[in-house]
Every structure is written in structure tokens, then in C-alpha cells.
């Protein structure tokens, strides 16, 4: 098998989204987060400021999918069906859509959205989960973020609550197992460059 499509969950200010970055630029390619929820909400009309809340503002998602249902979609020629409430099915269909357009043509690394979930059992498929202990987290927020320590300890466990509560209700994953993915990174000690770089050759070597 070889490695064209690598997912990456991460948690808050483990480095995720760096290491996914490195790895995309030396592996030649395409780099994809945030592009998922433009992609997925650019006929609504949703203006980026609001981007950040989608997957956690069932409010915004109802807006959206409404907006949706009313606006012809433009987005290389698909189709998408009236979407109308914010019911689970409608919005993570709408996601897993997207998301499997994006992987369908190979060469991406796909971050965060629980890419992997929906994407498992694919061929040429690397799912990594990188993460770090909370007190390592906070720390790197006060540091590089320039948080105070209560607000970067608040982030962080609102964060990892938004993660849990993603994946129970999209998808009914009751408890995040390494066994769900093909290599954990802890970022606890490894810096960001080592890690990247153990995440690349893993992705060579197959």
C-alpha cells in the first residue's frame, strides 16, 4: 500500500496542525483544514468570521443548511439535496461529503473534522491522532498564545469537551482509542519537527 491520504486529529495546542502542514509541504501534499468547512459552506453564503463556530454552534449549522437548501450550489458542479434543520444526519452527511471529495483524488493531508471516522477502511489511508498531556497544552497556550494560565487551562478543556462531544454526536464514538488510529504522537516531550518528521517516514515507509 501506498500512503496518499493522511488524517490527523489532534487535540488543542498539541501541534496538529504544524506537524500536518510540515508533513504535507516535504510529502508534496495538498494541505486541507479549514478548506472543509469553506468548501462545505461556501453556497450559504457564511462569511469566514463565522467559520470557527460551525461545528459547534447547532444554531449557525441550521443557518447554513437552510441557506443551503434555498442557494444553487456552485461547487464544481455538484448537487447537493435540500438540506432543512439541523438535524445529525443532514450536517454530517453534508461533511462526509466534502470530506471524501477531498481525499477521493489522493495526495492530502486532511486535519481535524474526525476525518478519519468516515474515511477508515480506505486504500492508501494513514490516520494519526496527535496529542499531549493538558498540563504540557496549557503551557504551550501561556507561551506561544500569550494566555493567561486560567484562560489557556479554560481553552483547553472546552476544546477537548467540544472534541468529545463532536464525535459522540456525529459519529457515536463513545470513547477515543488509540486503536483507532495508525500512530499516536505525543508532543509531551517529542518537539513539533521530530514529530512531524516520525509522521513522514511512517507515511514513506509504506
Same mark, same amino acid.
Given at each position: 500500500m501506498t500512503c496518499s491520504v493522511i488524517t490527523i486529529s489532534r487535540t488543542l495546542a498539541a501541534g496538529g496542525e504544524e506537524i500536518g502542514? #510540515? /508533513?504535507?509541504?516535504?510529502?508534496?501534499?495538498?494541505?486541507?483544514?479549514?478548506?472543509?468547512? $469553506?468548501r462545505a459552506?461556501?453556497? /450559504?453564503?457564511?462569511? !469566514?468570521? #463565522?467559520l470557527a463556530a460551525i461545528e459547534h454552534t447547532p444554531r449557525l449549522v441550521t443557518r447554513i443548511l437552510e441557506a443551503m437548501a434555498r442557494t444553487p450550489p456552485d461547487m464544481e458542479g455538484a448537487v447537493y439535496p435540500a438540506l432543512i434543520g439541523e438535524s445529525r444526519e443532514s450536517y454530517q452527511g453534508l461533511i462526509e461529503r466534502v470530506i471524501r471529495e477531498t481525499a477521493t483524488g489522493g495526495? $492530502?493531508?486532511?486535519?481535524?473534522?474526525?476525518?478519519s471516522v468516515p474515511l477508515a477502511g480506505m486504500n492508501? =489511508? =494513514?490516520?494519526?491522532?496527535?496529542?499531549?498531556? %493538558?498540563?504540557?497544552?496549557?503551557?504551550?497556550l501561556v507561551r506561544d498564545a500569550g494566555m493567561a494560565e486560567a484562560e489557556a487551562r479554560k481553552a483547553t478543556e472546552e476544546s477537548d469537551r467540544q472534541r468529545r462531544e463532536y464525535? %459522540?454526536?456525529?459519529?457515536? $464514538?463513545?470513547e477515543e482509542l488509540p486503536t483507532q488510529y495508525d500512530l $499516536? =504522537?505525543? #508532543?509531551?516531550?517529542? #518537539?513539533? !519537527?521530530a514529530a512531524a518528521q516520525l509522521l513522514i517516514a511512517a507515511a514513506k515507509s509504506i
Open positions: 502542514f #510540515t /508533513a504535507a509541504m516535504e510529502l508534496g501534499f495538498r494541505y486541507a483544514d479549514e478548506e472543509i468547512i $469553506v459552506a461556501e453556497t /450559504a453564503g457564511v462569511s !469566514p468570521q #463565522t495526495g $492530502v493531508v486532511i486535519v481535524a473534522h474526525a476525518a492508501g =489511508l =494513514l490516520r494519526f491522532f496527535v496529542t499531549a498531556s %493538558r498540563d504540557a497544552r496549557i503551557a504551550r464525535l %459522540r454526536r456525529f459519529y457515536d $464514538v463513545r $499516536v =504522537l505525543n #508532543t509531551d516531550v517529542l #518537539t513539533i !519537527p
